[in-house]
């Protein structure tokens, strides 16, 4: 019962926003009592901290699942991009800048499990393009990494509107790739940039 109230609530607050869902409309929704939410969650921060916790580790999957089909580094970015829109699409206001502005508590500590994902994924992402001659070898690592995440990491926090989040996004990895890649990586950057807008 305590995954069904999880799952329904954290659809309802990404649908909704996290402001306004309130417990009796999760009971009311999901046909219990009250009485039955607070048996598992003993108020609704605890329950948004809980489903945020999952949303994570389902997203956290989904990227794994992406760099298992083993695309070249950039293609490798662009179907994560696609990922992030296929999974928000639906959702009017971005989920990040609500649980920021209503939350900022739990928007801590879910940034502080996403950087540490994003850290390696994005490291790892930079290593396989120097590797596949798509990235320059000179590339700063560190420096790299730490400013597409902070890049992404703006726009999710200061951006009301979940469509705005995914154009932004894409240009930002269109300005992180153009800053790392040879004149190879170039060519394959246009050709996933050609791919958006067919």
Same mark, same amino acid.
């Given at each position: 019962m305590k995954d069904k109230i999880i799952? &329904? #609530?954290?659809?309802?607050? $990404? &649908?909704? @926003?996290? &402001?306004? =869902?309130?417990?009796?409309?999760?009971a009311c929704e999901m046909c219990i009592s009250k009485k039955t939410i607070y048996k598992y969650f003993s108020n609704k921060?605890?329950?948004? +901290? +809980? @489903?945020?916790? *999952? =949303?994570?580790?389902?997203?956290?999957?989904?990227? +794994? +699942? *992406?760099? #298992? &089909?083993? !695309?070249? /580094?950039i293609e490798e970015n662009?179907?994560?991009?696609?990922?992030?829109k296929?999974?928000?699409?639906?959702f009017d206001h971005s989920p990040a800048y609500q649980l920021k502005k209503h939350y900022p508590e739990i !928007?801590?500590?879910?940034m502080a499990n996403e950087i540490e994902d994003c850290n390696h994924i994005f490291t790892q992402n930079i290593m396989k393009g120097i590797h596949q001659g $798509?990235?320059?070898?000179? =590339?700063?690592?560190? *420096?790299? *990494?730490q400013f597409y995440y902070t890049l992404i990491f703006y726009i999710n926090e200061n951006t009301q509107l979940e469509r705005e989040v995914h154009q932004l996004e894409t240009k /930002?990895?269109? !300005?992180?790739?153009? /800053?790392?890649a040879t004149p190879q990586g170039i060519i394959e950057l246009e050709k996933q940039l050609s791919k958006l807008n067919t």
């Open positions: 799952k &329904k #609530a954290t659809d309802m607050f $990404l &649908k909704l @926003g996290f &402001k306004s =869902v309130t417990m009796d409309d999760i921060e605890k329950l948004i +901290e +809980e @489903g945020t916790e *999952v =949303v994570h580790q389902k997203i956290h999957n989904l990227m +794994e +699942e *992406v760099i #298992a &089909k083993n !695309y070249n /580094a662009f179907e994560m991009r696609k990922m992030f296929e999974m928000f699409q639906s !928007y801590e500590k879910m $798509l990235y320059r070898s000179t =590339v700063d690592l560190e *420096v790299s *990494v /930002a990895l269109e !300005y992180h790739t153009r /800053a790392i």
